[in-house]
């Protein structure tokens, strides 16, 4: 069988350990059609757009300008001194209810479909926002699956070369023991991270609204996610975009008409009544109005509920609206310690580890340093790769944190 020379395996090993593991190619999902499927899919999605046609449908129902007229006829027989004539009578009821009620209820109605049409915009910047989290997320995970692999490749090589140099004499059993201890703790990493990934893609199914055996995994390579916006004051103005809050401030408004509208409740509304009769050879016509007195009902539970209605979504508005730059202002600090930490490894760390694996196989190569203190110099990397893993995962934790309180994409904010 041919061996291969010590020396040039060491220095392979090296090599394949200085430089960064390349995410497992594969087959799958971008981002754009993530968010494109999680459009038509998503359930949280339809049931608001369900919401908003009902809101369409209230408004339609008080667009009239007058309620349906009535129509009633009656006949039957009259007793008269001189005999029995047939009777009909025939009459048609018109209400005519005040202006200015239709115009309260138009204006409420407008309002909902208004805030209905909010809430489905919120809807849609969640589902969004929970796809690009899931999306990265996996991307991380994929990425910590192939170094994990890589290690365990690694790791192998490793164990194969101190049995090679065990057998030559020229190293210990404690070399070889230390590789072997290495392979056991990269394998069971990497059933690890292949669980964690097979997690997240579920997860990232789950946020799109796939089928429970649907398959999916990301494409394509993480984006930079940082830094956020420097101005706290301008993000603190957009809040007053934000879907949920525009939906709460139409609230207000449909509220305010409900409320109008029921303290014109208490104004009766007038019935126009015209009635034909015709008895024998007589006829006759008659035109009159109709009139409901308040006397016992004056529309006092109605405008009650109206009042704590109105009051009730004023309270909510100003909680929803103090609540909002609260959690803005926590996202935001948040996002800022995440990309700080990010950015140590890239302009720091990372630096140094590739200095430091670059002297240790000169080291190595020279005889310096034996098999365990190289393969400690390779566990470093590992494990400051996989914090530097954590670090990216943080981030974009953060960052969904952050969309969400701002109720858009950051690539949306101006």
């Given at each position: 069988m041919h061996q291969v020379p010590v020396r040039g395996a060491i220095a392979a090993l090296v090599m394949s350990t200085i430089c960064w593991v390349a995410p497992v190619k594969a087959d799958g999902i971008t981002l754009e059609q993530a968010l494109q499927l999680a459009a038509q899919r998503q359930i949280e999605i339809g049931v608001a757009a369900t919401?908003?046609?009902?809101?369409?449908?209230?408004?339609?129902?008080?667009?009239?300008w007058l309620p349906n007229p009535e129509v009633e006829a009656a006949a039957g027989p009259k007793w008269l001194a001189d005999g029995v004539v047939p009777a009909v009578?025939?009459?048609?009821?018109?209400?005519?209810?005040?202006?200015?009620?239709r115009g309260d209820r138009v204006a409420a109605a407008r309002a909902r479909i208004e805030?209905?049409?909010?809430?489905?915009?919120?809807?849609?910047?969640?589902?969004?926002?929970?796809?690009?989290?899931?999306?990265?997320?996996?991307?991380?995970?994929r990425e910590r699956q192939g170094a994990a692999i890589e290690a365990e490749q690694i790791g192998q090589e490793l164990l194969t070369i101190a049995d090679k140099r065990l057998a030559l004499g020229s190293s210990t059993q404690l070399d070889f023991n230390v590789a072997r201890a290495a392979v056991g703790r990269a394998h069971a990493e990497r059933i690890a991270s292949e669980r964690h990934f097979r997690a997240a893609c579920a997860d990232l199914a789950s946020s799109i609204g796939g089928a429970?055996?649907?398959?999916?995994?990301?494409a394509g390579q993480l984006p930079p996610l940082g830094p956020a916006p420097a101005d706290e004051t301008k993000l603190l103005a957009l809040l007053a975009q934000r879907p949920d809050l525009r939906a709460w401030r139409h609230a207000v408004d449909a509220a305010n008409s409900d409320q109008q509208a029921a303290d014109l409740a208490v104004i009766p509304d007038p019935t126009l009544v015209g009635s034909f009769g015709h008895e024998g050879d007589e006829n006759t016509l008659l035109i009159g109005l109709a009139l409901p007195l308040p006397v016992w009902n004056q529309a006092q539970g109605e405008r009650a509920i109206a009042?704590?209605?109105?009051?009730?979504?004023?309270?909510?508005?100003?909680?929803?609206?103090?609540?909002?730059?609260?959690?803005?202002?926590?996202?935001?600090?948040?996002?800022?310690?995440?990309?700080?930490?990010?950015?140590?490894?890239?302009?720091?760390?990372?630096?140094?580890?590739?200095?430091?694996?670059?002297?240790?196989?000169?080291?190595?190569?020279?005889?310096k340093i034996g098999l365990?203190?190289?393969?400690?110099?390779?566990?470093?990397?590992?494990?400051?790769?996989?914090?530097?893993l954590d670090a990216q995962s943080e981030l974009i934790e953060a960052r969904h944190r952050l969309e969400r309180a701002l109720g858009r994409s950051l690539e949306e904010v101006p």
């Open positions: 919401d908003l046609t009902a809101a369409q449908g209230e408004a339609d129902a008080a667009s009239p009578d025939l009459s048609l009821s018109q209400p005519l209810p005040w202006i200015g009620k805030a209905a049409r909010s809430r489905l915009d919120q809807v849609r910047a969640e589902v969004a926002a929970a796809v690009r989290r899931s999306f990265w997320l996996a991307l991380v995970e429970s055996d649907e398959k999916l995994e990301p009042r704590a209605a109105r009051e009730r979504a004023k309270l909510e508005l100003e909680h929803a609206t103090q609540a909002a730059a609260r959690d803005l202002r926590a996202a935001l600090t948040s996002y800022r310690s995440a990309v700080d930490a990010v950015q140590s490894f890239d302009r720091d760390v990372v630096a140094q580890l590739h200095e430091n694996l670059a002297l240790a196989r000169s080291a190595f190569q020279a005889g365990t203190e190289f393969n400690l110099m390779r566990r470093d990397l590992l494990e400051t790769r996989s914090a530097y």
